[in-house]
T-cell receptor, first 114, second 113 residues
């Protein structure tokens, strides 16, 4: 079974803090993704990566950055957390041999910024 | 930009009944991929079923099947013999074939014992 893990299920941070969300996958998948999930908005793509040290902006990259130093690990960074970044964050991965859009998701991190 | 619309925010159905979740999308492209994802309460999102637009035959995975109407840009999910474990949030999603997957806003489905 593919396993995508995220470092925390719940996280509470203060406005202005630098926040790191970590994601690890154990199936040697090439592509990795970060989404945020908000009620009534579905999932929106923040960033994705198709290789180590490579990244592409998604639909809502503002206020976020990412890092992929190793193939199995993809980090989402909030440089200066704000209350409007309170959300559920989902990581996903995809092997290139799978259909585009066929992704494996982690359990999510519910981030609260106060 | 493509959009995906799920017009039913919430649905409920008795166990063992059949339920259909609707999804429409907007695109001018001819080749694309459609998906239904399931997110059970407090559990990971998983892929339920996939459809390639160039295939006319509707996809089926056990109790889950789709009704893909390309001209109408409609992609509904039918769950037969519904079970308590089907209780979840269901998302319809679309991609042209690049890495950008566009999701609908979701339908919360409750199966009533």
């Amino acid at each position: 079974d593919v396993k995508v893990t995220q470092s925390s299920r719940y996280l509470v941070k203060r406005t202005g803090e630098k926040v790191f969300l970590e994601c690890v996958q154990d199936m040697d998948h090439e592509n990795m993704f970060w989404y945020r999930q908000d009620p009534g908005l579905g999932l929106r793509l923040i960033y994705f990566s198709y290789d180590v040290k490579m990244k592409e902006k998604g639909d809502i990259p503002e206020g976020y950055s990412v890092s992929r130093e190793k193939k199995e690990r993809f980090s989402l960074i909030l440089e200066s957390a704000s209350t409007n970044q309170t959300s559920m964050y989902l990581c996903a991965s995809r092997p290139v041999k799978a259909l585009p859009g066929e992704q494996y998701f982690g359990p999510g991190t519910r981030l609260t910024v106060t | 930009a493509q959009t995906v619309t799920q017009s039913q925010p919430e649905m409920s159905v008795q166990e063992a009944e059949t339920v259909t979740l609707s999804c429409t999308y907007d695109t001018s492209e001819n080749n694309y991929y459609l998906f239904w994802y399931k997110q059970p309460p407090s559990r990971q999102m998983i892929l339920v079923i996939r459809q390639e637009a160039y295939k006319q035959q509707n996809a089926t995975e056990n109790r889950f099947s789709v009704n893909f109407q390309k001209a109408a840009k409609s992609f509904s999910l039918k769950i037969s013999d519904s079970q308590l474990g089907d209780t979840a949030m269901y998302f319809c999603a679309f991609t042209f074939g690049n890495e950008k997957l566009t999701f609908g806003t979701g339908t919360r489905l409750t199966i009533i014992p």
